[in-house]
């Protein structure tokens, strides 16, 4: 835990898990100066803990902080912060394949007062706690055609607490009828496919791994920049374009939608079974016959371990 007041970041301090107390005019709370940040600590076969890319993930939250008007975080409180925290914790990082230790950074405002302003004082805290193997079923997901999550010049890029609390509503009127997640689609026509709750989405058409470009209005995935690279380096032709939901739906008529998938810290990847759009639930091909997608799980599980080479430096030791 580390405190930001009068301009500067305070002496972290390691404290024991529990409850903070917090004013009731916290104005995190009332006005939603609240970022995050989500990340994994593996065991390898030899017992070594492996964090996979935190850098990213640092400078993922600086840019969050940006956008929100918080102040910058130094990487020697960030990195030195998971260190001591991975050595208080090392016993908890399971040791069995797909588990991880889950890692939160969070900042959010401390001031308490009320009117809409930036805070003056902020408090950076890290905690982590095991999970287990994702072993989710494959998803059944639906194209969101009327409600948005993020828009042009709004806060889409940044993992701002807001942003999911204002996803809430719309995903659980999907679930309610019986979907897993659903797809964003554009702000201004529902045309272009975004991402989804808590991933970013690719889809094979044709033998062409195919997302959406990185730009303002989604969150620009670790396990994303990941995947790309992964198929890139194995020699598959990657482009990072737009995709409107009507090519999706013509390479699925056309028999040529080969693979969809999402990529997240949480998942790595979780295959999509069908897409519903229109009244239709397109079904995808069977998950054992995606190349791609099974081919970048495995190996990209396996460097996250230590347990294939690390060509991109990846993983921190
Ligand atoms: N999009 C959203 C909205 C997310 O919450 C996440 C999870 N952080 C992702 C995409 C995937 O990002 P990453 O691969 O860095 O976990």
């Known amino acids: 835990v580390v405190d930001y007041k009068d301009g500067a970041w305070q002496t972290p301090q390691i404290v024991p898990y529990g409850n903070m ?16 940040e989500g990340m994994k600590a593996y065991k390898s076969a030899d017992g070594d803990i492996l964090l996979y890319r935190p850098l990213d993930n640092f400078k993922r939250l ?16 960030f990195m030195q912060g998971l260190e001591q925290l991975l050595k208080l914790d090392a016993a908890w990082v399971p040791p069995t394949s797909g588990c991880a230790l889950y890692i939160r950074p969070f900042m959010f ?45 709004g806060a889409g890029y940044a993992k701002a607490a807001g942003n999911y609390g204002a996803a809430l ?8 009828r019986g979907y897993h997640q659903l797809i964003w689609t554009d702000a201004k026509e529902h045309k272009y496919i975004e991402e989804s709750g808590t991933m970013n989405l ?20 670790i396990t994303r920049d990941s995947v ?3 198929a890139r ?4 032709t990657v482009e990072e374009r737009k995709i409107s939901v ?60 230590g347990e294939l080479p690390d060509p991109h430096n990846w993983v921190y030791r």
């Open 62 to 77: 600086n840019i969050s902080a940006e956008r929100m008007c918080m102040p910058e975080l130094p990487e020697d409180i």
């Open 169 to 176: 509503y719309p995903a659980r009127k999907m679930q309610d």
């Open 228 to 230: 790309l690279q992964l």
């Open 246 to 305: 009507d090519e999706i739906v013509e390479a699925y008529k056309a028999g040529k939608l080969q693979e969809a998938f999402g990529t997240g810290t949480a998942a790595t990847i979780a295959q999509i079974a069908t897409i519903h759009y229109n009244d239709t639930d397109m079904e995808l091909p069977a998950i054992e016959n995606r190349e791609i997608s099974n081919r970048v799980a495995t190996e990209l599980d396996k460097i996250k371990t």
């Open 109 to 153: 405002a401390t001031d308490d007062f009320i009117g809409v302003r930036p805070s003056s004082s902020y408090r950076f805290v890290i905690f982590s706690c095991p999970v287990g193997a994702y072993y989710g079923q494959p998803l059944k997901v639906a194209i969101e055609p009327h409600y948005v999550r993020s828009a042009e010049g």
């Open 233 to 236: 380096d194995m020699g598959h």
């Open 21 to 36: 107390s917090l004013s009731p005019a916290t104005s995190a709370i009332h006005y939603g100066q609240s970022i995050f």
């Open 202 to 221: 690719m889809f094979v058409i044709d033998g062409k791994l195919i997302t959406p470009p990185a730009s303002t209005t989604i969150l620009k995935g």
